[in-house]
């Protein structure tokens, strides 16, 4: 569990600046923030580094001299920084993002918090952030009409697309390449390395069917099973799968106190008390979090004849990898209207081909 966090900044006159920190009476020295500048200093370039001072394990990523912000973790002796990168990347992006007003200010508790669970994250929730990530979701949806596109002309495109304070191409893009949704290929006689989608995500709700399947044995009285079903039924009948909705989705699925609300509520229908326990795991704010899932229509309130209050899951949500078959279509039609060199789609249908057989073979040692 990380100690504290703090935001950093050079400033021309006084030097390094402590713009927040969290918590408040945390104290780390001018030597300490001197170092760190010190350390970012000298490749000039924006990234992570890692470093001890003292007793201090710190991992600290610098936002580039377009912003020069300093983002700052500071780590229990044992702890590995370079697990907390992409946490790092995400929260820099939130703050510069939010920096008009100090919108930011308020945040950095949540943020401390979110940051601080990244190395434990199971692989829904490491996709879940993924997909939520606005730039990441451009590069997905570039490459689900391409396919194909060079790392170069990704780079000036996301550049002129995408107009807010942060933009690290080379993290996003490496992120992608560790969640296994993109490969970044040479080919010989093209100047740019290459970015192929090999395996494109799915996010949907599904129906909570185990929950529905039996609801008096998940907990729910008898008396109020048929009213539960009918709700979950009469959701999904209107329900519009889009990217709009996922993304309301995702806010709870990256929200760390919320997801293991949702963790219970995929098991069991409960009571309050039942809910009440979650605060001894770290979920501190449930009356919020239980409001957030009520406004995004996971959750459904019942009340028996004695006013006892049952929660239960309206609808779940389904996040996955999927293989893209559709590709084959996109890399036809870039073969007949000669959009692509030859090499280059031949290439791809390689890497597509090796993807299918791995896959085919783990579902195989699985089964």
Request: no cysteine; hydrophobic share 40%; charged share 30%.
């Amino acid at each position: 569990m990380p100690i504290g966090l703090v935001i950093m900044r050079w400033n021309e006159r006084i030097g390094t600046e402590v713009i927040s920190k969290y918590p408040k009476e945390m104290e780390i020295t001018d030597k300490t923030l001197m170092q760190i500048y010190s350390t970012h200093e000298y490749s000039g370039e924006s990234g992570l580094v890692s470093l001890m001072i003292g007793s201090l394990n710190i991992a600290s990523y610098y936002t580039g001299p377009e912003n020069e912000y300093y983002v700052i973790l500071l780590l229990n002796v044992d702890e590995d920084p370079d697990s907390y990168e992409e946490g790092l990347i995400d929260v820099s992006r939130i703050i510069l993002q939010n920096l008009a007003d100090d919108a930011y200010y308020n945040m950095i508790p949540s943020l401390f918090q979110r940051l601080s669970v990244y190395p434990s994250l199971n692989t829904e929730q490491k996709l879940a952030f993924t997909y939520f990530d606005e730039v990441k979701r451009m590069i997905i949806n570039r490459l689900r009409v391409e396919g194909i596109v060079s790392k170069s002309e990704l780079t000036i495109w996301l550049k002129d697309q995408y107009k807010q304070a942060f933009l690290n191409v080379d993290a996003d893009i490496m992120e992608l390449i560790k969640r296994d949704v993109i490969k970044q290929v040479t080919v010989k006689g093209i100047p740019s390395e290459l970015i192929f989608l090999i395996k494109d995500i799915v996010a949907m709700r599904v129906p909570p069917v185990k929950l529905v399947k039996d609801p008096s044995d998940r907990g729910l009285p008898s008396k109020l099973v048929e009213n539960y079903k009918t709700d979950v039924k009469r959701f999904f009948l209107n329900y519009d799968p889009n990217e709009s909705d996922n993304l309301r989705v995702l806010d709870v699925l990256t929200n760390p106190q919320a997801y293991d609300t949702l963790r219970l509520l995929r098991t069991a229908i409960v009571t309050r008390n039942d809910l009440e326990k979650l605060r001894k795991k770290g979920v501190e704010d449930l009356d919020n979090i239980l409001k957030m899932l009520w406004e995004a229509q996971i959750i459904q309130i019942f009340r028996d004849e004695n006013d006892n209050e049952y929660y239960a899951l309206l609808s779940d949500f389904y996040l996955d990898l999927i293989f893209p078959k559709y590709l084959m279509n996109v890399i036809k039609t870039n073969y007949d209207k000669k959009s692509k060199a030859e090499p280059v789609l031949i290439e791809y249908l390689t890497i597509l081909e090796d993807v299918y057989i791995n896959r085919k073979a783990i579902k195989k040692s699985k089964t």
